[in-house]
């Protein structure tokens, strides 16, 4: 029977840096990843001011810093007939010493966290490994059954279980957690577009009637975040890429003659969802990140909510784990404290959704037109001091949480 302390199911955001703070802070903790790699398309690699915080506060400013990434400091948006970009968010006037977002791939942040685990001697890291089903005797979680990908199967018996496989986790259907979904007007298509010289820098919203684009600057390219009308996706797709080009350039006018999008292969759907489990944990078990409430991509702060969440986790869990003494006040805890956030951040999500996103889509809103611009965006384009607000609220997105001392590293 292989046995650990803490296991940690699905190695993204939440799961690797869980397993690196409980490691770091001498619990034994194995982290199960069903792919053998981290690298995916298009996830979210948004790293936000707290989480940079986190990175120096681990000693890893330096290895962060060495992967190649762009900063995002400026949030424009075209207003007016003439689309000028106007400067709606400025980060750099933050008085703080990360002022910016790191636009950084998520499997280069997690390479660098798998990596940094190997130093720990209570770290493993099983990839390939599919966690398949919880051992459930006595009333509580016992650790999990799993599968690898060559067939072989096993039992890894923990104290605890922490579910961080994201928001279609293998627990969420357990009727004690309780599911609560809310709708969404949209889903998502993300794809890349090249970049060329002189085109604007940053973060830049798109938004023409019925028309609703997020652009992402990636130094050489951009990734594109097109915003559609939930579940229309299969009804775009059945005409040929040369419209969805040619679409793209009428709403978006300087892309000018550059290829675009060779295929509907390189344009992949996020179907957007925003739910949390009412109760995170159960004996023997708790749930972070997406697995505990999937995020919508607005604000992309679904990193920072799994990382502080990941935080949280280990202040709360590291010491009564280390000496053998966890009870269930100290699980719930950490929903305790993470809960505030989450629903606050959903509930500035929906809002957006319901005031933005959907009358967007339906055409009720057009920057083109200056006589109808929405409220706060005449607010900040006629008073310049309200710019610091929406990097203080990315900024900001998520409380900051502190790692155990035992985490922490001079650089
Ligand atoms: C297309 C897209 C774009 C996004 N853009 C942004 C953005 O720009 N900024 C932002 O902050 N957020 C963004 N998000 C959201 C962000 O990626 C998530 O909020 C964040 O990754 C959640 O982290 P997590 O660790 O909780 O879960 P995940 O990142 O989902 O990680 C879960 C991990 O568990 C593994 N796993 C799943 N099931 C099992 C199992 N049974 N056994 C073992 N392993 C398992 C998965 O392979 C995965 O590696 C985006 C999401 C998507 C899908």
Redesign the pocket.
């Known amino acids: 029977m292989e046995r650990t302390t803490c296991v940690v ?7 690797m840096v869980l397993g690196l703070l409980l490691a770091r802070a001498g619990v034994e903790v194995t982290v ?4 053998g790699d ?1 690298l ?1 398309d ?5 790293v936000h001011p707290t989480t940079l915080q986190l990175l120096d506060d681990l000693g890893l400013a330096d290895r962060f810093a060495r992967i190649p990434q762009s900063r995002i400091s400026k949030i424009q948006l075209p207003l007016g007939p003439d689309g000028e970009l106007f400067t709606m968010g400025d980060f750099s006037l933050l008085p703080i010493k990360h002022n910016y977002v790191a636009m950084v791939p ?1 499997w280069d942040l997690l390479d660098m966290l798998a990596d940094e685990g190997k130093s720990e001697p209570g770290f493993t890291l099983r990839m390939n ?4 089903e919880l051992i459930r005797e006595g009333g509580r979680v016992r650790g999990v059954r ?1 599968r690898t990908d060559s067939g072989q199967t096993g039992e890894l018996r923990a104290t605890i279980t922490v579910a ?7 627990v969420r259907d357990m009727p004690e957690l309780g599911l609560r979904d809310f709708p969404t007007p949209m889903d ?1 298509r ?1 794809f890349r577009v090249p970049r060329q010289e002189g085109d604007p820098e940053g973060l830049v919203g798109m938004l023409r009637k019925r028309a609703f684009q997020v652009l992402i600057d990636r130094r050489d390219y951009f990734q594109v975040a097109s915003i559609i009308h939930k579940g229309s996706d299969a009804e775009g797709r059945s005409r040929p890429i040369e419209d969805f080009n040619a679409q793209l350039k009428r709403e978006i006018p300087w892309l000018g003659d550059r290829e675009l999008v060779r295929s509907w292969d390189d344009v ?1 759907l ?1 179907h957007v969802t925003l739910d949390r489990l009412r109760k995170w944990h159960v004996p023997g078990l708790l749930c ?4 505990a409430h ?2 919508s ?1 607005v604000g ?7 990382v502080q969440d990941a935080v949280a986790a280990a202040r709360h869990l590291a010491t009564p784990l280390r000496e053998g003494r966890l009870r269930r006040e100290h699980v719930a805890a950490v929903q305790r404290r993470r809960w505030l956030t989450t629903v606050l951040i959903q509930g500035f999500q929906r809002m957006i959704h319901e005031n933005v996103v959907g009358p967007a889509l339906r055409g009720e809103i057009d920057l083109g037109d200056s006589a109808r611009l929405p409220l706060p965006v005449r607010a900040v384009s006629r008073l310049p001091f309200l710019r610091r607000f929406p990097p203080y609220l990315l900024a900001y997105g998520a409380i900051r949480e502190k790692p155990p001392k035992e985490a922490l590293r001079d650089q």
């Open positions: 199911v699905g190695g993204g955001p939440a799961g199960l990843e069903k792919h981290f995916r298009f996830r979210g690699d948004t998520q490994t599919e966690a398949t799993y961080c496989d994201g928001r279609k986790s293998f998502v993300w992949k996020l972070i990140g997406d697995a999937a995020m991509p992309g702060i679904g990193i920072n909510l799994a």
